[in-house]
């Protein structure tokens, strides 16, 4: 099994930054990408910003320029710099990773337990 954890999550007043963090772990041969993606009540899950294990990043449109996505490859780690947040931005963001079990294997999706991020004055 596969399990990630994020970390990071909190409070923060609006034009504030965060870090989020997730660390992946279990029975992983490779992980081919990570992602960050969210969920505000009331709306459906949305991408954030994927990283694949070249580097290689996708932002939602609307994302680009505040956030930045990396990556620790040795430590299968993924992170998300968030930067002029706005009260918009409040939700529950959850990780995301593409996991190879095996060598030649299939790929399966694994999905962290969420973090809060609340933006407000």
């Known amino acids: 099994q596969v399990q990630l954890v994020e970390s990071g999550g909190g409070l923060v007043q609006p034009g504030g930054s965060l870090r989020l963090s997730c660390a992946a772990s279990?029975?992983?041969?490779?992980?081919?990408?990570m992602g960050w993606y969210r969920q505000a009540p009331g709306k459906q899950r949305e991408l954030v910003a994927t990283?694949?294990?070249?580097?290689?990043?996708n932002y939602a449109d609307s994302k680009k320029g505040r956030f930045t996505i990396s990556r620790d490859n040795a430590k299968n780690t993924v992170f998300l710099q968030m930067n002029s947040l706005t009260p918009e931005d409040t939700a529950v963001y959850y990780c995301?990773?593409?996991?190879?079990?095996?060598?030649?294997?299939?790929?399966?999706?694994?999905w962290g337990q969420g973090t809060q991020v609340t933006v407000s004055s």
């Open positions: 990283i694949t294990s070249g580097g290689m990043t």
């Open positions: 279990g029975s992983i041969f490779r992980i081919t990408a």
């Open positions: 995301n990773a593409q996991v190879q079990r095996a060598y030649g294997g299939p790929v399966f999706s694994y």
